[in-house]
């Protein structure tokens, strides 16, 4: 009799997302994310935590704007290409690369005026410890903003991950900050997207923005 297959790496792990990276020259757009640009581009910069940053565009793009950033993800594949572009953007001296588990491990020491969370999706008890690490590193008068596809999403045919669990709508975010926070947005913001098949659809972005005081 053959051994059990292992089960699947988890899609908050760095086998995972190794994997996806090295798939493609390039997984993501290159651009930074809508909701950032609409919600930071007016915002002093300061000091950012981009949690889960990918191939760097978000955190690139912030640089560009004058923030000096704080960059982490678990792959080393992901961080590796986004080093490459930051130099490429000329912006390299304004951005850490920090290669981490955020589930398992401290977040990069704070404080931040500004932690970006975009489209991080792991299941409610993970986010629920993660989302409120990153509220306790912004700082007095800094800015918090989540990102994540919406629940409604599930029902529109856009390619989305197998577990239903990981999506999130901007309260439940909201519900984890105390008084000492003002939200400035609590939405599901449509967007223009295609089916699995190509078909024109309309999908929403879970957006939290919060200021500390
Ligand atoms: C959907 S991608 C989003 C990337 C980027 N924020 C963007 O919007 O283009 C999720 C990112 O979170 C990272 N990630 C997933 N689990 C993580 C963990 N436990 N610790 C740190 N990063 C993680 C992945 O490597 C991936 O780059």
């Known amino acids: 009799m053959s051994a059990p297959e292992p089960p699947p790496p988890v899609p908050w792990s760095a086998e995972f997302w190794d994997a996806r990276y090295a798939s493609a020259d390039r997984v993501w757009s290159g651009e930074p994310n809508p909701q950032l640009v609409a919600d930071v581009s007016a915002v002093?910069?300061?000091?950012?935590?981009?949690?889960?940053?990918?191939?760097?565009?978000?955190?690139?793009?912030?640089?560009r704007q004058g923030w000096t950033v704080v960059a982490?993800?678990?792959?080393?594949?992901?961080?590796?290409?986004?080093?490459?572009?930051?130099?490429?953007?000329?912006?390299?001296?304004?951005?850490?690369?920090?290669?981490?588990?955020?589930?398992?491990g401290p977040l990069p020491a704070?404080?931040?005026?500004?932690v970006s969370v975009e489209f991080m999706h792991v299941p409610l008890a993970e986010r629920t410890e993660l989302f409120r690490r990153c509220i306790d590193a912004v700082g007095p008068g800094g800015l918090l903003q989540i990102v994540g596809h919406h629940p409604s999403d599930l029902a529109t045919g856009a390619r989305r991950p197998a577990r239903h669990d990981v999506f999130y709508a901007a309260e439940e975010i909201a519900g984890l900050l105390d008084d000492g926070w003002t939200v400035l947005a609590c939405d599901a913001r449509p967007r223009p997207a295609v089916d699995h098949q190509g078909a024109p659809i309309t999908i929403h972005d879970a957006v939290l923005l919060a200021r500390r005081g």
């Open 44 to 63: 002093p910069p300061g000091r950012a935590l981009d949690v889960g940053a990918g191939e760097g565009a978000d955190s690139i793009w912030l640089a």
């Open 72 to 104: 982490v993800d678990v792959s080393s594949v992901a961080l590796d290409r986004a080093r490459r572009h930051a130099e490429f953007a000329g912006v390299a001296d304004r951005i850490s690369w920090v290669h981490g588990d955020v589930l398992a």
């Open 110 to 114: 704070g404080p931040f005026d500004l």
